[in-house]
């Protein structure tokens, strides 16, 4: 069975630090491990993604204030968020691309960036 499962989501005041992890279990063949994430009234939008060869991009808006990497546990992928700034709030999505580029979406975890 396919799932993705999302997690660290939450309210954290400006300049605040949050942790996001994403454990895929069920899915073989991954190329590709990313976040993106949706504001209301706006499109989706890359946050960060990273291939098996371990080739990185980051979005505009988050370069320099978020780090996306491994987790310790197998197809575990974290996004590490810094400066966190109110524009960042959004609900933030699991991707994972597989090498056939079928592609799965986990079901979103709130952040939100409010004194």
């Known amino acids: 069975q396919v799932q993705l499962v999302e997690s660290g989501g939450g309210l954290v005041q400006p300049g605040g630090s949050l942790r996001l992890s994403c454990a895929a279990s069920?899915?073989?063949?991954?190329?590709?491990v990313g976040w993106y994430r949706q504001a209301p009234g706006k499109q989706r939008e890359l946050v960060a993604h990273i291939t098996t060869a371990n080739s990185i991009k980051y979005g505009t808006a988050v370069k320099g204030r978020f780090t996306i990497s491994r987790g310790n546990a197998e197809k575990t992928v974290i996004l590490d968020m810094n400066s966190l700034k109110p524009e960042d709030t959004a609900i933030y999505y699991c991707n994972v691309v597989l090498y056939n580029s079928l592609q799965y979406w986990g079901p979103g975890t709130q952040v939100t960036v409010s004194s």
């Open positions: 069920g899915i073989f063949n991954i190329y590709i």
